[in-house]
């Protein structure tokens, strides 16, 4: 700060200041990545809407507030998946892995980019829509994926970054772990990593699908979608 007004002011002196541990990070100095069993454990523990936010993290490697965002005023829709047929009373997914677009207003690296769902986040989502439609809602392309408990108070049409890690925080707790939410998506990134050294994922279509920033579409090669196999 002090940097920043000296140079506001002309002043070209540039202060150094030591500050022992300024680099560490203790909240995830003894964090690793869940092995399958345990992540299992963590969606069993998981409500049903958490049981989705879960799975589209740790399967799709979704960021929490492309989920929905911070203030509740966007959120991930049933129209985002592209190649499910939405009906008032459900969706269908005739292709498997099936295509989600992260839209731009949802991007930390406000650029549109798509990921893909595997048949247990499916099954999950279609589960959990099951329950909203006996509670007479109708769905359409424009519904949010995720909505409030019939309990809670819908001040916003979509679910705040901070429910989405809520759910998903209280799950990992109840399965005995300590982890942050973000884990999750380290659980993804870890899991294309492997896909990618025995050749089922180029390193530049990992990245895209991360939510990452891609110049050119160009440069990737994606060979199938047996990258969500090991997933």
């Known amino acids: 700060m002090l940097n920043s007004w000296l140079a506001y002011n002309g002043v070209n002196v540039k202060l150094k200041v030591n500050i022992k541990g300024e680099s560490d990070t203790p909240r995830i100095t003894d964090e690793r990545v869940p092995s399958k069993e345990e992540l299992d454990r963590i ?5 049903p809407r958490g049981r989705v936010s ?6 799709s490697g979704l960021r929490p507030e492309s989920i929905g965002n911070y203030d509740g005023s966007d959120g991930l829709k049933l129209g985002d998946f592209v190649e499910a047929k939405v009906s008032p009373d459900g969706i269908e997914f005739p292709k498997v892995p099936s295509m989600l677009i992260i839209r731009k207003s949802l ?36 519904s949010p994926l995720l909505g409030f408990d019939p309990r809670g ?6 679910l705040r970054t901070t429910l989405v890690t ?34 089922k994922i180029s390193h530049p279509y990992l990245q895209f699908i991360m939510g990452h920033s891609q110049k050119s579409m160009g440069t ?4 199938g979608l047996s990258a969500w196999a090991v997933i």
């Not at 969606?43 to 409500?47: E, G, I, K, P, Q």
């Not at 990992?172 to 659980?187: D, E, N």
């Open 107 to 142: 991007s930390k690296a406000r650029h549109q980019y798509f990921t893909f769902v595997p048949q247990q986040t499916i099954t999950y989502i279609q589960e959990y829509l099951t329950e909203k439609v006996k509670q007479d809602e109708e769905l359409s392309k424009d």
């Open 220 to 223: 990737i090669s994606f060979r």
């Open 43 to 47: 969606l069993r523990m998981a409500t």
């Open 54 to 59: 879960i799975a589209l993290m740790a399967f």
């Open 166 to 199: 809520r759910d998903i925080k209280e799950s990992i707790l109840k399965a005995g772990f300590s982890w942050r939410p973000y884990v999750l998506r380290a659980y993804c990134d870890t899991n294309m990593i492997i896909s990618e050294s025995k050749g």
């Open 153 to 158: 108070v819908n001040k916003n049409r979509f």
